[in-house]
């Protein structure tokens, strides 16, 4: 039974941090490409960082969060996360984690919706921005 759980999520002035946390089980957590979507009432399901299968050390990063944001993993215990630093309005979103382990995550970067209709998925967890 596949499971994605994100956690860390909330409301923070702008400027300040959060971090999020996507614990995984149900699936080779190594053998995945993993990242963190998000969706703002209006706009497209958008892929804003990504972090390739194996010791993850290749990652990705939307524009609207590189230089600001770190995407990491703990192999040992199946947890993916994203720090965002900087804070902005435009961030607040409902965020979800997703994994593949047929596809990068990069060939569907912008989705009509979240969750999409591959591989696995988070229920998300809301970041609001003020």
């Known amino acids: 039974h596949v499971q994605l759980v994100e956690s860390g999520g909330g409301s923070v002035q702008a400027g300040g941090s959060l971090r999020l946390s996507c614990k995984t089980s149900g699936f080779t957590f190594v053998d995945a490409d993993k990242g963190w979507y998000r969706q703002a009432p209006g706009n497209e399901c958008e892929l804003v960082s990504s972090i390739g299968s194996g010791s993850g050390t290749s990652t990705w990063y939307d524009s609207s969060v590189k230089g600001r944001s770190t995407i990491s993993q703990d192999s040992a215990d199946n947890t993916m996360y994203l720090q965002i630093d900087n804070l902005k309005p435009e961030d607040t979103a409902v965020y979800s984690c997703?994994?593949?382990?047929?596809?990068?995550?990069?060939?569907?970067?912008?989705?009509?919706?979240?969750?999409?209709?591959?591989?696995?998925w988070g229920q998300g967890t809301q970041v609001t921005v003020s």
């Open positions: 997703a994994a593949s382990t047929e596809d990068a995550l990069l060939f569907r970067y912008r989705l009509s919706r979240c969750p999409g209709t591959f591989g696995y």
